[in-house]
């Protein structure tokens, strides 16, 4: 047994060398995706590079458990290919290990990679969920790193130009230009030498000084000038300058999913089985690591050794990810249309764990999906 225990440790070591560098490669891959897109939307708003790498290091937690079932299923294809064509498996299966043996590490390394999307699942990726949720609300509500560019044009919003020549020290913001174009029937452009910000907990104002107010009207091109010697101008309206919203529902640990007390209802605005819905997600998310390497091994232990390859079956493999894939889909909308349903979220895990299962069942009994010959039927 020493032997068999020496030859679960190598394999394990081996399929977790491998995860280590699928996952790497495939967080990077969707991480990049990932940060395109929030360095686009938060440099644009005038937020600095500290706030782009916080938020990065806040999604990563989700992108990471994306990432994982998908690395453990490459894993063990990769290494399952390899021990096949340098023969090792060969070598120990001819000893008289069947294929059911032979995948205990496999399940090993499967329940690894199962602790550790339950971590991910069920308090890494809420509680970075939460407090991403609460930084966007407070970068929302700072008009000032939105707003306050200076020598820039800059559109905070349809319709709406805006540009400040300088910002001094004090607060004060020198030679305005503002262009509102939003109603079709008129144009008007705001000048003023200088002006102030002036926030409110729910608006915020700008207040214009020794300034010009140019109107056009579009139906007759006729032009309206207008000095002033103060103006505030509601800057807030477009702004979307509004508190935090209620909480979300993927903010919330499983336990607290699971309890679904009327208060967790009532901040998050979705029932008690929507909410018991989304903690038996959690758990079904979870064990697709375990799946996803049982399914890679079991299906490139089908049809033993050959010369050409186990090309067919890693085809097969990627194909059996992609039902399981589809099933995880269509187990979902039938819990988001009905919450009872909370069962059909496991649909791809009893699906998966039943088809490896099979696999495994084929690949030690080979003989029976093999047509007999006729000087092989009995007499």
């Known amino acids: 047994m ?36 929030l360095f686009d939307q938060l440099i644009a708003d005038g937020q600095s590079a500290a706030v782009f790498l916080e938020f990065s290091a806040l999604s990563l937690p989700a992108v990471v458990k994306l990432a994982l079932p998908l690395a453990s299923f490459a894993a063990a294809i990769y290494v399952t290919n390899r021990m096949t064509s340098e023969s090792e498996l060969i070598v120990v299966q001819a000893t008289g290990y069947s294929a059911f043996r032979l995948a205990r590490p496999v399940v090993y390394f499967g329940v690894i990679v199962f602790v550790l999307l339950s971590i991910l699942t069920h308090y890494l990726v809420p509680k970075s969920s939460a407090q991403l949720n609460d930084r966007r609300a407070e970068l929302s509500q700072n008009v000032t790193a939105r707003l306050l560019t200076e020598g820039q044009f800059i559109e905070p919003a349809d319709g709406i130009t805006f540009y400040i020549r300088d910002i001094t ?6 030679d305005i230009f503002l262009s509102d174009t939003r109603d079709p ?40 000038t207008t000095t002033f010697e103060d103006f505030a101008y509601n800057i807030g309206e477009f702004l979307e300058v509004a508190p935090k919203s209620g909480r979300r529902a993927d903010e919330a640990g499983t336990i607290e999913l699971l309890m679904a007390s009327p208060l967790l209802q009532l901040q998050t605005d979705q029932t008690r089985g929507q909410l018991i819905a989304r903690a038996h997600d959690r758990f079904g998310q979870s064990l697709l690591g375990l799946v996803g390497a049982l399914l890679g091994f079991s299906a490139l232990m089908v049809g033993g050794f050959s010369r050409f ?30 919450p009872a349903l909370w069962i059909a979220t496991y649909l791809p895990t009893f699906l998966g764990l039943g088809i490896a299962w099979f696999l495994l ?15 092989e039927a009995p007499i």
């Open 2 to 37: 020493r032997h068999l225990a020496r030859f679960d440790r190598y394999l394990l070591s081996q399929l977790m060398v491998l995860f280590g560098f699928f996952g790497l490669v495939l967080v990077m891959v969707y991480w990049i995706n990932k940060a395109v897109v």
């Open 169 to 174: 020290p004090a607060g004060e913001l020198r």
């Open 185 to 224: 029937k008129k144009s008007v452009i705001y000048t003023a030498a200088k002006a102030f910000l002036v926030r409110t907990q729910e608006d915020a104002q700008l207040v214009m000084i020794n300034g010009l107010a140019q109107t056009l009207q579009d139906a007759n091109q006729q032009l309206f």
């Open 309 to 338: 390859g186990v090309w067919r079956q890693i085809v097969g493999a990627i194909f059996l990810i992609i039902v399981i894939k589809a099933v995880e889909t269509y187990g979902l909308n039938l819990v988001r249309a009905n």
């Open 361 to 375: 069942f084929v690949a030690t009994r080979p003989y029976l999906f093999k047509r007999r010959s006729k000087l």
